[in-house]
């Protein structure tokens, strides 16, 4: 996206100016390079450190707010939007402007709480929707990443990882494969955040539409083209699961299931959830691979 905000080195406010510890020394530190590069503002770069920590805490205090009231999913939706509203015990995520952790070319510009909701998941996982201000033009949009506390998502980072490289590799020898190669930013051992694609998991998609073929035609119909459909959509999803067959099966990616493999309108199909790599795999004897019919 052009002309997007870089607020990294543009966040007001700072930090102590002198004492002991990193603010003390990021203080002490902001000096011009011997090539003639500009100084770099370090109380600056340490109050967006400062930002982007409250912010992780009180993503992490919602989270145990709903664990805590063990609440339903729908009635954890209505909850996690209390606490983001401007009266609710987590009021500075509905104002808070700082580079988004995914992306710091993103200047989140505090979240939306009518547009966040929990999943239906055991460890309560949370969408958040942050505005983004687009500068000069005054434009709005929305950075949309999910926030998972109780997984270790270090592992999933390594294999997104391993599936960009694989990717960039594919692509130079001129093969798109329509992989999803989606951020993942690891925050402890045992919470992160994940960036969220617009997606329908399978489970949900055979459930409402019954095939993979009506869900596609809600959006990509074309009488003119294979199977009824538009012809680039039938093409990524073909390549997008050949592609994640042969991934998944160098990779030794094991547990996958119709919750786990997401489609999008565009014909993109990908992997999510890689607690089982390695050739490793809750359930005996699993198949090589995840063909759907």
Known sequence: MCGLERCGGGATGGGPHGGQGPAGWLARSSTSSGGGAPAVDCSKVYDVIVKQSKLLSQLHFAIRELKGGRYKAARATARLQELFTESGPCEDLATVRVPCPLDAALCLDGVVPSECSAFKSAQLPIRLNFRVCIQPFDWHVRCCMIYKKG??????????????????????ESLDLRLTPYKVLPTSADDGLVEYVQSVPLSKVLADHRTIHKFLALSASDASGPFGLRHDVVETFVRSAAGYCVVTYLLGVGDRHLDNLLLCSDGRLFHIDF???????????????????
């Open 151 to 172: 997984d270790d998502l270090r592992q999933d980072q390594f294999i997104l990882q391993m599936i960009g490289l694989m990717d960039r590799l594919l692509k130079r």
């Open 275 to 293: 607690g089982f790599i390695l050739g490793s795999d809750p359930k005996p004897f699993p198949p090589p691979m995840k063909i759907c019919k």
